[in-house]
Nanobody
Framework: QLQLVESGGGLVQTGESLKLNCTAS??????????IGWFRQAPGKEREGVSS????????QYADSVKGRFTISRDNAKQTAYLQMDSLKPEDTGVYYC?????????????????????WGQGTQDTVSS
């Protein structure tokens, strides 16, 4: 069964950086053709899309709240997605989830809709103190 394992979360101060990793295993299909999404859920709030990267790797999408501070990327050889988070703010605090979905022919596809992704990681807690 396909698994996604996130790592890299933690406790940092305002203005610092974190880099999240999301490694896939037990894939029956080539990782290159999966689109990737990063989501977060703050306490008492709904899950929201943070960033998305197409299967082709050429198209990205960022939430307005993180544009210019977060960068999504992937290493297909390592079957790993990354979310580099810089200039962190207390409002970035939450549980961060990675998700992937098989999109081999839709190389421009990106999405912030959670229902569009069939595979999810367990989440990693990121806390930004003021």
């Amino acid at each position: 069964q396909l698994q996604l394992v996130e790592s890299g979360g933690g406790l940092v101060q305002t203005g610092e950086s974190l880099k999240l990793n999301c490694t896939a295993s037990n894939l029956n299909l080539k990782y290159d053709y999966y689109a990737i999404g990063w989501f977060r859920q703050a306490p008492g709030k709904e899950r929201e899309g943070v960033s998305s990267l197409s299967s082709g790797g050429d198209f990205t999408q960022y939430a307005d709240s993180v544009k210019g501070r977060f960068t999504i990327s992937r290493d297909n050889a390592k079957q790993t997605a990354y979310l580099q988070m810089d200039s962190l703010k207390p409002e970035d605090t939450g549980v961060y989830y990675c998700a992937i979905d098989w999109r081999p022919t839709m190389k421009q596809w990106v999405s912030f809709l959670a229902d569009d992704y069939r595979h999810w990681g367990q989440g990693t807690q990121d806390t930004v103190s003021s």
